[in-house]
């Protein structure tokens, strides 16, 4: 396109009749001197229409915002990835770990779905009403579902622009109206309830209806293919949310994978790799564990390695019992390694559409390692047929193993002690300053949507379709993440079927139902070998002020055998 500098003077007369009249006075040639003037005014002519181009795509085109990926894996243990100690063969996890950031003390809830609820909410449990579990105590704060006054991810980020997906296990609410698209997901595939089968939706235990059969949003889905393995198929559905979400919008994909949970069902080439890998037994694999953990900068060489004094050594099985439990150990480690394949296939897929560098990605577990042995539980189980591994059966690892998975931490899932709600913990996020770094954290599952907001930059809203929602509870850890000297100001709390902790800096308090207040270290003494309880009483009698506090503001009430009478739930040792 041509540019007429004649017609632009013409379009300013008067400027035009003077640069002539200038021309005539001092008796230059009129077109050396037009040509010399013209050259001078268009060059900066220029210059201006390019400045005002460029303010105006900075004004008009902002920076999208982060996608985000959150990941929840369900019963792992605290060192079962690669890059927490583990001999599994997880290289996407462990290279998410290699960009981004671990920290070593990171918390959830003892069981899954009041740690679901607090990730859901960024509230603690009671005050979402999934005080105990997804049943119905027909009190407030254990209704069994997440109540209104508790925001979901799905709800806040959905108000905040963005499309929200989710994939795999729901667990908190069973009736319709609390259903992921009706708490805020724009699109669902998975179940409702606690757990599935990995190779078919034929129900497993005993007891009223299962809703453990797949969800395609409100929609009951039917398999259809004889390959179908359920970690493969999640994945599946989450990259086909990705694939057709608006290219304008930012998205939030809700990763709820039921792996390793039991059952322990796996893939016949994936069993095959771990093929007397654990023939060592239990006791030696404790120990390597812990030697790399500590080689990895996530334990100081002073800790003990925990050990459950009720288990048998493994010298003591006979060989059939040990063929026996080393099979269970290797279909466990298979559906890890699986996990860790889809794990893969999601964020090859993100890179390969060039919206990883762009997106927010978060993997932790729901608590800590499984200590049932669900395949002795002739009163629960519907069906246990067939080798460990197939369709037919019903088993788990049980505390025998799961010691192995928490190494070198005491307990299991169910506990208020670091192996029931330590988890690993990775982050890797647009712009990160530093990667492959290991810190030590301190903070709570309810602390993931604050940071998440805080990263997205979204409002919390202060009211969402008429309710006033309950304000966030939980802390953005952003500025430790940006390596800031940063501290959680409050303490965490915790109660579940009556046993309590509190965790208040590098203290930590312990009561378990109808015992006395233990205290631990966790600086020195992260494996709670040693209780301090009794040297230190001014510090447990503000732990036990803290905690009653707490209890009154969330509407947690009080254990009693009152309230076990209300679940078919029965509680393992500790």
Request: proline share 5%; hydrophobic share 35%.
């Amino acid at each position: 396109m041509k540019f007429n500098i004649l017609s632009f003077f013409k379009k300013d007369k008067p400027l035009l009749d003077i640069l002539l009249t200038v021309n005539e006075s001092f008796k230059f040639k009129k077109n050396c001197f037009m040509r010399i003037l013209i050259l001078g005014v268009f060059t900066l002519f220029c210059f201006s229409c390019k400045d005002a181009a460029t303010n105006k795509k900075e004004v008009t085109q902002p920076e999208k915002k982060p996608n985000i990926v959150l990941i929840m894996a369900d019963d792992m243990g605290f060192s079962d990835l690669g890059n927490y100690g583990s001999e599994i063969n997880t290289p996407s996890l462990d290279r998410l770990a290699n960009e981004g950031t671990r920290l070593s003390r990171f918390y959830t809830n003892t069981i899954c779905a009041p740690s679901r609820t607090s990730l859901l909410t960024g509230q603690y449990p009671h005050k979402a009403g999934m005080g105990f579990f997804n049943e119905d105590f027909g009190v407030k704060g254990y209704e069994g579902y997440i109540n209104k006054e508790s925001l979901t991810l799905g709800e806040v980020f959905k108000e905040g622009g963005y499309s929200t997906y989710m994939a795999g296990k729901w667990h908190v609410g069973n009736e319709r109206p609390h259903w992921p698209l009706q708490r805020g997901f724009d699109n669902f595939f998975g179940f409702l309830d606690g757990g599935a089968s990995y190779f078919d939706t034929k129900p497993l235990l005993k007891g009223p209806p299962s809703t453990a059969f797949l969800y395609e949003g409100n929609d009951v889905y039917n398999i259809e293919k004889e390959d179908f393995y359920l970690t493969d198929e999640l994945t599946t559905r989450a990259i086909d949310f990705v694939k057709n979400n608006p290219e304008e919008k930012p998205f939030l994909l809700y990763m709820a994978y039921n792996s390793p949970h039991w059952p322990l069902h796996a893939k016949p080439e994936d069993i095959a790799k771990y093929k007397g890998k654990y023939d060592a037994g239990w006791d030696e694999l404790r120990k390597l564990r812990f030697e790399n953990i500590k080689k990895l900068g996530l334990a100081d060489e002073d800790w003990n390695l925990f050990k459950d004094k009720l288990l048998p050594a493994w010298d003591s099985l006979t060989a059939e019992e040990k063929s026996e439990w080393t099979l269970k150990m290797e279909v466990y480690a298979a559906m890890v390694d699986n996990l860790d394949q889809n794990i893969g296939k999601l964020l090859n897929y993100l890179g390969t559409t060039g919206q990883l560098d762009n997106t927010v990605v978060i993997f932790l577990s729901d608590n800590g390692a499984e200590n049932m042995d669900v395949g002795k539980m002739p009163f629960t189980v519907k069906r246990n047929e067939g080798p460990v591994g197939t369709a037919g059966s019903m088993e788990s690892y049980s505390k025998k193993w799961a010691q192995v998975s928490n190494s070198p931490l005491r307990s299991y899932k169910s506990s208020p002690y670091e192996g029931g709600v330590a988890t690993p913990f990775i982050i890797r996020y647009p712009n990160q300053k530093e990667a492959g770094k290991v810190m030590k954290g301190g903070s709570h599952v309810v602390d993931i949507m604050p940071t998440l907001l805080d990263i997205a930059g979204i409002e919390y809203p202060e009211s969402y379709n008429g309710v006033t929602p309950n304000p966030l509870v939980g802390e953005s850890f952003l500025p430790l993440l940006q390596g800031e000297d940063w501290n959680r100001e409050q303490p965490i709390c915790f109660e579940w079927f009556g046993d309590r902790a509190v965790w208040l800096g590098d203290l930590k308090g312990v009561h378990q139902y109808n015992k006395e207040w233990e205290l631990y270290d966790l600086f020195t003494d992260r494996t709670e070998s040693n209780d301090i309880a009794a040297s230190q009483p001014e510090t447990i009698a503000k732990m036990d002020a803290i905690y009653n506090e707490w209890a009154k503001n969330n509407g947690v009430i009080a254990w009693s055998e009152e309230m076990g009478k209300k679940t078919q739930f029965r509680k393992s040792p500790h």
